[in-house]
T-cell receptor
């Protein structure tokens, strides 16, 4: 069974602070996706990382895929109240009949206070 | 809007009743996935289709659950004889291919009384 451990589970910070969310596994993934989810809505894709060591930036968000493609991180610079939400990492398997099936972490609930 | 559409958005039913949910994927997306999400947790995989073929079912999907995608377009997920533990958000996602990112609908929230 492939598991993705996401930490921290809860994060409560003040506007302007920086934060990092971690996603770790003992399994190798062909790609890793980060989603953000608002209450009562479905997850919205933020980024997909595919290559080991890859770094992608999306405005104040920086995503990194570990060299061995087993872990990833999401760093937010100067957090804003609009960043509040549930952040989910999800890994996709490389092949076989489960190709494309996503395994999700348990999520990080981020609250940014004004 | 050409995103993934799920209906109904909310379903409240009594224990023991049958319920059916519908998912309309993004057009031309061959892959369609069903996930279940409970409060405070990440989604868990239930099953997926490549066109009309159901290729994998999770062990979470008991005999009371059945999913179809008869013409390779929309899909339905039926739960028979619902139980309290079935209360959750049921999410549908679609992708162009197995290697492509999945795009999610807003889900159907099921509440069992």
């Amino acid at each position: 069974t492939q598991l993705l451990e996401q930490s921290p589970q809860f994060l409560s910070i003040q506007e302007g602070e920086n934060l990092t969310v971690y996603c770790n596994s003992s399994s190798v993934f062909s790609s890793l996706q980060w989603y953000r989810q608002e209450p009562g809505e479905g997850p919205v894709l933020l980024v997909t990382v595919v290559t080991g060591g890859e770094v992608k930036k999306l405005k104040r968000l920086t995503f990194q895929f570990g060299d061995a493609r087993k872990d990833s991180s999401l760093h937010i610079t100067a957090a804003q109240p609009g960043d509040t939400g549930l952040y989910l990492c999800a890994g996709a398997r490389a092949g076989g009949t489960s190709y494309g099936k996503l395994t999700f972490g348990q999520g990080t609930i981020l609250t940014v206070h004004p | 809007d050409t995103g993934v559409s799920q209906n109904p958005r909310h379903k409240i039913t009594k224990r023991g009743q049958n319920v059916t949910f519908r998912c309309d994927p993004i057009s031309e997306h061959n892959r369609l996935y069903w996930y279940r999400q409970t409060l405070g947790q990440g989604p868990e995989f239930l099953t997926y289709f490549q066109n009309e073929a159901q290729l994998e079912k999770s062990r979470l999907l008991s005999d009371r659950f059945s999913a179809e995608r008869p013409k390779g377009s929309f899909s339905t997920l039926e739960i028979q004889r619902t139980e309290q533990g079935d209360s959750a958000m049921y999410l549908c996602a679609s992708s162009l291919a197995g290697s492509q990112p999945q795009h999610f609908g807003d889900g159907t929230r099921l509440s069992i009384l």
